[in-house]
């Protein structure tokens, strides 16, 4: 088992960046793949990125794409996203999920493929 910790949330205006992680303890975070959605008030969770266990294959939602990092570092346990040019469409709250064997590509987006999630954190974007 795996626990998960999300932390970097917080208000920026339209424009501006934000930097999330997600610190992972319990089981050896390596193994696992890794992802992030986000919910909005009133909408479903939405997919945002992916990566696998090595970091060496990435998948990002359309929305996204061009303006966000998903990144990890192994030796550390934890994982980001880099989110930058954000748009306040982009104001949801941000969840990290891992799974191993998720599968790479469209795949990556279904949140049945992730057996752990942190809390979640907060992200507003201002108009």
């Known amino acids: 088992q795996v626990q998960l910790v999300e932390s970097g949330g917080g208000l920026v205006q339209a424009g501006g960046s934000l930097r999330l992680s997600c610190a992972a303890s319990g089981r050896t975070f390596s193994v696992y793949d890794m992802g992030w959605f986000r919910q909005a008030p009133g909408k479903e969770r939405e997919f945002v990125a992916g990566?696998?266990?090595?970091?060496?294959?990435?998948y990002y939602a359309d929305s996204v794409k061009g303006r966000f990092t998903i990144s990890r570092d192994n030796a550390k346990n934890t994982g980001n996203l880099q989110m930058n040019s954000l748009k306040p469409e982009d104001t949801a709250v941000y969840y990290c999920a891992a799974g191993i064997g998720v599968p790479i590509g469209q795949a990556m987006g279904d949140s049945r493929s992730y057996d752990y999630w942190g809390q979640g954190t907060q992200v507003t974007v201002s108009s």
């Open positions: 990566i696998i266990w090595s970091g060496g294959s990435t």
